[in-house]
């Protein structure tokens, strides 16, 4: 038969499994927290480029057909402000409210309909984001990116006019969310793994003293009648596995209770 775990053993291996689940959970809901910050900071940063560099240059009459080759210039030229100032902005789409793309800095896709779950959305006047992740044949990442749908309302209208969609480059903010979180993880579990070392010398100081207690007289500190009758076991056990025989002899003392007392 196996040996039953003590006491200690068990609040060692329960309360040490009880902090690694609670270490992983908390860093697990703070890098969501931090995932969501960042993306919210981002999708913030597009609705910058759609009010300062999209907007001012539009008016109602503009976004009906594609832009002129004017209108486009104006566009790349206000957008690419963005960019040498360290934006991390790749493109930018312009569509109708119709899926009719009227400016993109790609002028081939200039025409294109699109019908996208992230369009309809942002038509219907929500902002869309979506994080993309490119990888080669191993399933390493090589290119992230965000895309952002963004609905345009120009001055003096209720409704959406038109939809920006914008991508940027989301692989440095990637790479430093994993190394935040990376970190996290490890304070968290080096914090928890203190925190249940001294815990266990403390439960292991007290377990001692409430055995010693438990197998010891509180007066004279010698052992007492359960000490006696597991030495007494264990002995008996150890000479009847060689064969031999043992014997026990006790020796009473009248009224001694009461001296002891």
């Known amino acids: 038969m196996p040996p039953r775990l003590s006491l200690l053993g068990k609040f060692s291996a329960l309360s040490l499994l009880a902090m690694l689940a609670l270490a992983i959970a908390m860093g697990t809901v703070m890098q969501s927290s931090i995932e969501s910050r960042a993306l919210r900071d981002s999708e913030r940063l597009t609705q910058v480029f759609n009010s300062l560099a999209v907007a001012p240059n539009l008016t109602h009459s503009h976004v009906d057909a594609p832009l002129s080759q004017a209108r486009q210039a104006r566009l790349d030229a206000a957008l690419a402000r963005f960019t040498d100032a360290g934006s991390r902005l790749l493109h930018a789409h312009l569509f109708a409210v119709d899926g009719t793309t009227i400016y993109s800095d790609v002028r081939s896709r200039i025409g294109d309909v699109t019908e996208s779950h992230g369009f309809r959305q942002a038509r219907a006047g929500k902002l869309v984001s979506e994080v993309e992740r490119e990888r080669d044949d191993a399933g390493e990442a090589t290119d992230t990116r965000l895309e952002v749908y963004v609905p345009l309302r120009l001055p003096g209208g209720k409704s959406v006019d038109a939809v920006t ?52 007289d509180m007066l004279t500190g010698l052992p007492n009648r359960t000490r006696l009758y597991q030495r007494v076991g264990r002995e008996t056990a150890s000479v009847r596995a060689f064969g031999g025989l043992a014997a026990l002899l006790l020796i009473d003392l009248d009224r001694f209770k009461e001296v002891n007392d």
Request: hydrophobic share 55%; no cysteine.
């Open 165 to 216: 969609e914008f991508y940027l480059d989301y692989g440095p903010t990637a790479a430093a969310i994993n190394d935040d979180a990376r970190t996290l993880h490890m304070m968290l579990l080096a914090g928890f793994v203190v925190l249940w070392l001294s815990l266990f010398w403390i439960v292991r100081g007290a377990s001692r003293k409430l055995r010693h207690q438990a197998l010891h």
